[in-house]
């Protein structure tokens, strides 16, 4: 969720105009945050499942694309993407004023001069598929992420954080609060703010936020969102800023609260930290800007696993790392260090045609990676239009360097390698990571197997790649930030050479 920017179109304004007539075609431009370095993987679906170009943003990490309002349920459906909000307005080149004061003046008077109309529409669609899809979802699968979610901050969270070589920060703040500006990383502890799953909130917002908890569940039918049509319910909001650059007057938070004040006074909405109806984004990255309204309440990245290790991979970072591959049908494909199955989990749910094998040395992450399977296949048990009876994927404990695979049986392989930080250590994969090149260049079919592998320790990798030159060529660096750490995914493909030749150098 950091700062959002350039989009190539937006909505205009339609008038006040009621809700969306029976096969009236409403346009939206969606934003979606996608796992940074993976914005062309993310392109390519968008343009493969929607049939829209996208542009990606300037601010890595994002892109933007044009859709039907009636496309919303596919969009959701997309793999690659972690977030997805409805464009209000795009501006590639705001003049911020020099002092803070007047900059965020203008930040107020902006809200009234934006077109609100169509992407609160938008907005509207989007709740109306949601309610149905999630009355079932609420009281499974949510409630057991949130029992699993890792304690650690394990590089499933945080993974879409920026580098840091500009300033940066970010707010989420309602209208009116007074809190301490913030700046780097550590936005989401500041005291006084909610953080983003609502563990705590602003004294200022206790009101507002017990005058209107009886009807926190429901969602309004309002045109344009406005109070005041009789039957319409006041909407409860929070503003979220995302700020990145360094020229700026003003922070995150302070934006964040004077925006939230003029949306509060334009719409008469509560403002609601926690439980809130609309999310409004502000994201300021440099002199552009973007404001937007959230269609997503939890990234989709939580969409397959239940059971967290220390290192559980996101999902939709998976996706892009299977999609370098090119899987194609009957492929088998095999993750060595599966931990717990993010990979082959995401490989079996999307590329059903191939066969998908998982393994790991550690037998609490094959436990684990168990669990996840049988929870996906409980959940496509339940699921009305399902007549699926199983996921083409093996889970097995094993040991990396001596596989029980056949030379040559393997079409790709795809894993996330020890980073050294939370598992494993930097000393260790001198050694692991010249045994592993080895043990997978053995098990990949000559000269069509490839091979995507994730590390953050890159030197290393760089030195044991140059001892298996003989066995593997890089054919592609993608940089990636997860959990804060600036890694890198690696394509290499299987030479003709056959790997047992120079097993007498080890």
Same mark, same amino acid.
């Given at each position: 969720r950091s700062g959002m920017a350039e989009a190539t179109v937006s909505p205009e304004a339609g008038g006040d105009s009621g809700p969306v007539e029976e096969g009236a075609e409403l346009a939206a431009v969606i934003g979606a945050t996608v796992p940074t370095g993976f914005e062309l993987t993310a392109a390519a679906e968008v343009q493969e499942k929607l049939g829209s170009v996208s542009s990606v943003s300037r601010d890595r990490g994002k892109i933007y694309f044009e859709v039907p309002a009636r496309s919303l349920p596919q969009v959701h459906r997309l793999r690659s993407v972690d977030n997805l909000f409805v464009v209000v307005q795009e501006f590639s080149d705001y003049q911020f004023k020099d002092s803070k004061e007047d900059a965020l003046k203008d930040l107020e008077d902006l809200v009234k001069k934006l077109p609100w109309t169509d992407p609160l529409k938008v907005w509207e669609l989007n709740n109306s598929l949601k309610k149905k899809k999630t009355k079932?979802?609420?009281?499974?699968?949510?409630?057991?992420?949130? %029992?699993?979610?890792?304690?650690?901050?394990?590089?499933?969270?945080?993974?879409?954080?920026?580098?840091?070589?500009?300033?940066?920060? /970010?707010?989420?703040?309602?209208?009116?609060?007074?809190?301490?500006?913030?700046?780097?990383? +550590?936005?989401?502890?500041?005291?006084? !703010?909610?953080?983003? $799953?609502?563990?705590?909130?602003?004294?200022?917002?206790?009101?507002?936020?017990?005058?209107?908890?009886?009807?926190?569940?429901?969602?309004?039918?309002?045109?344009?969102?406005r109070a005041g049509e009789g039957e319409a319910k006041v909407l409860k909001f929070r503003v979220t800023c995302n700020r990145a650059g360094d020229k700026h007057s003003f922070t995150s938070n302070e934006a964040a609260r +004077?925006? @939230?004040?003029?949306?509060?006074?334009?719409?008469?909405?509560?403002?609601?930290?926690?439980? =809130?109806?609309?999310?409004?984004?502000?994201?300021?990255?440099? $002199?552009?800007?973007?404001?937007? &309204?959230?269609? *997503?309440?939890?990234?989709?990245?939580?969409?397959?696993?239940?059971? =967290?290790?220390?290192?559980?991979?996101?999902?939709?970072?998976?996706? @892009?790392? !299977?999609?370098?591959?090119? #899987?194609?049908? *009957?492929?088998? &494909?095999?993750?060595?260090?599966?931990?717990?199955?993010?990979?082959? &989990?995401?490989?079996? *749910?999307?590329?059903?045609?191939?066969?998908?094998?998982?393994?790991?040395?550690?037998?609490?992450?094959?436990?684990?990676?168990? $669990?996840?399977?049988?929870?996906?296949?409980? %959940?496509?048990?339940?699921?009305? /239009?399902?007549?699926?009876?199983?996921?083409?994927?093996?889970?097995?404990?094993?040991?990396?360097? $001596?596989?029980?695979?056949?030379?040559?049986?393997?079409?790709?392989?795809?894993?996330?390698?020890?980073?050294? %930080?939370?598992?494993?250590?930097?000393?260790?994969?001198?050694?692991?990571? #010249?045994?592993?090149?080895?043990?997978?260049?053995?098990i990949c079919t000559p000269g069509t197997g490839r091979a995507v592998l994730l590390t953050q320790d890159k030197k290393c990798f760089a030195k044991a790649l140059s001892r298996m030159g003989h066995i593997w060529r890089k054919a592609q660096t993608v940089w990636v930030n997860v959990g804060g750490l600036h890694a890198a995914v690696y394509l290499l493909r299987r030479t003709w050479e056959r790997a047992e030749e120079k097993r007498s150098f080890w």
């Amino acid at each position: 969720r950091s700062g959002m920017a350039e989009a190539t179109v937006s909505p205009e304004a339609g008038g006040d105009s009621g809700p969306v007539e029976e096969g009236a075609e409403l346009a939206a431009v969606i934003g979606a945050t996608v796992p940074t370095g993976f914005e062309l993987t993310a392109a390519a679906e968008v343009q493969e499942k929607l049939g829209s170009v996208s542009s990606v943003s300037r601010d890595r990490g994002k892109i933007y694309f044009e859709v039907p309002a009636r496309s919303l349920p596919q969009v959701h459906r997309l793999r690659s993407v972690d977030n997805l909000f409805v464009v209000v307005q795009e501006f590639s080149d705001y003049q911020f004023k020099d002092s803070k004061e007047d900059a965020l003046k203008d930040l107020e008077d902006l809200v009234k001069k934006l077109p609100w109309t169509d992407p609160l529409k938008v907005w509207e669609l989007n709740n109306s598929l949601k309610k149905k899809k999630t009355k079932r979802k609420k009281h499974g699968v949510q409630s057991t992420v949130s %029992k699993e979610k890792p304690g650690d901050g394990g590089e499933e969270e945080g993974s879409d954080q920026k580098d840091g070589s500009q300033q940066e920060d /970010s707010a989420e703040n309602a209208a009116g609060v007074d809190v301490e500006p913030m700046s780097g990383h +550590d936005t989401e502890k500041t005291q006084g !703010l909610a953080s983003q $799953n609502g563990k705590e909130e602003d004294n200022g917002q206790t009101d507002a936020r017990e005058e209107s908890q009886a009807g926190s569940g429901s969602k309004i039918t309002a045109g344009d969102g406005r109070a005041g049509e009789g039957e319409a319910k006041v909407l409860k909001f929070r503003v979220t800023c995302n700020r990145a650059g360094d020229k700026h007057s003003f922070t995150s938070n302070e934006a964040a609260r +004077d925006f @939230g004040g003029a949306v509060q006074e334009h719409f008469q909405w509560k403002a609601d930290m926690t439980n =809130f109806d609309v999310e409004v984004l502000l994201n300021i990255h440099n $002199n552009e800007v973007v404001v937007g &309204i959230a269609l *997503t309440e939890e990234s989709l990245h939580r969409r397959n696993i239940t059971h =967290f290790g220390p290192t559980t991979l996101r999902s939709t970072l998976a996706y @892009g790392m !299977l999609r370098l591959c090119d #899987p194609q049908p *009957t492929d088998i &494909i095999v993750d060595p260090m599966c931990g717990t199955g993010a990979i082959p &989990i995401e490989g079996a *749910t999307e590329w059903p045609s191939c066969y998908h094998i998982a393994g790991d040395n550690n037998p609490q992450a094959v436990k684990r990676a168990a $669990n996840n399977i049988c929870s996906l296949l409980k %959940k496509n048990e339940n699921k009305e /239009s399902s007549s699926s009876l199983g996921i083409p994927l093996d889970i097995i404990q094993w040991d990396i360097c $001596n596989l029980p695979l056949r030379t040559g049986a393997v079409d790709i392989i795809v894993t996330d390698m020890p980073f050294g %930080k939370r598992m494993g250590s930097k000393k260790k994969n001198w050694d692991l990571y #010249p045994a592993c090149l080895m043990e997978m260049g053995r098990i990949c079919t000559p000269g069509t197997g490839r091979a995507v592998l994730l590390t953050q320790d890159k030197k290393c990798f760089a030195k044991a790649l140059s001892r298996m030159g003989h066995i593997w060529r890089k054919a592609q660096t993608v940089w990636v930030n997860v959990g804060g750490l600036h890694a890198a995914v690696y394509l290499l493909r299987r030479t003709w050479e056959r790997a047992e030749e120079k097993r007498s150098f080890w």
